[in-house]
T-cell receptor, first 114, second 115 residues
Framework: GNSVTQMEGPVTLSEEAFLTINCTYT??????LFWYVQYPGEGLQLLLK?????DKGSNKGFEATYRKETTSFHLEKGSVQVSDSAVYFC?????????????FGAGTQVVVTP | NAGVTQTPKFQVLKTGQSMTLQCAQD?????MSWYRQDPGMGLRLIHY???????DQGEVPNGYNVSRSTTEDFPLRLLSAAPSQTSVYFC??????????????FGPGTRLTVT
């Protein structure tokens, strides 16, 4: 079956530090890959996505590259801010699911301190 | 557009009580779904709908019912609440993009506690 594995948190960083959250997946078919962010007390928001191998998704200074050879989609940001404190979810959907059903990782909490 | 709305935001139930979590979307999306979020487990799919009148089970459907009489609304019913159903519930709607993929929009969630 399809699954997503992401690094456990919490990840605690100082402001302006470099952030990496690892995400690997297993999937049948040709998955699209996503990163969602959940700020405290809110729902999930799409942060970025990539739909085919070697695509790079980017948004708000975050980037992730779809690596088919390593089945990975690691999230990176060069200089985090306190406002980046949130829970980050890696997810995939496969084309065989007709409505884009998402398979989520467990989530990684990121805490950025001033 | 209000997007995806959910009510209530918080709810406390006693074991055995029933209730309905409301979900509505105003984006005319064809697809809607319900997830539950538990610590360390990410979001797990409860039920989903690919159109009005069509629903199907997800990964963890036991104890929940759904119906989809209109495109806009997708309520989730807890038949007889159990402490194991204490969770945060998210409703989502999705559509097919021009590139052939799908994009999902999530509601703000309902935090349910069953005592």
């Amino acid at each position: 079956g399809n699954s997503v594995t992401q690094m456990e948190g919490p990840v605690t960083l100082s402001e302006e530090a470099f952030l990496t959250i690892n995400c690997t997946y297993t999937a049948t078919g040709y998955p699209s890959l996503f990163w969602y962010v959940q700020y405290p007390g809110e729902g999930l928001q799409l942060l970025l996505k990539a739909t085919k191998a070697d695509d790079k998704g980017s948004n708000k200074g975050f980037e992730a590259t779809y690596r088919k050879e390593t089945t990975s989609f690691h999230l990176e940001k060069g200089s985090v801010q306190v406002s980046d404190s949130a829970v980050y979810f890696c997810a995939l959907s496969v084309t065989t699911d007709s409505w884009g059903k998402l398979q989520f990782g467990a989530g990684t909490q990121v805490v950025v301190t001033p | 557009n209000a997007g995806v709305t959910q009510t209530p935001k918080f709810q406390v139930l006693k074991t055995g009580q029933s209730m309905t979590l409301q979900c509505a979307q105003d984006m005319n999306h064809e697809y809607m779904s319900w997830y539950r979020q538990d610590p360390g487990m990410g979001l797990r799919l409860i039920h989903y709908s690919v159109g009005a009148g069509i629903t199907d089970q997800g990964e963890v459907p036991n104890g929940y019912n759904v119906s989809r009489s209109t495109t806009e609304d997708f309520p989730l019913r807890l038949l007889s609440a159990a402490p194991s159903q204490t969770s945060v519930y998210f409703c989502a709607s999705s559509y097919s993009t021009s590139s052939g993929g799908y994009e999902q929009y999530f509601g703000p969630g309902t935090r349910l506690t069953v005592t």
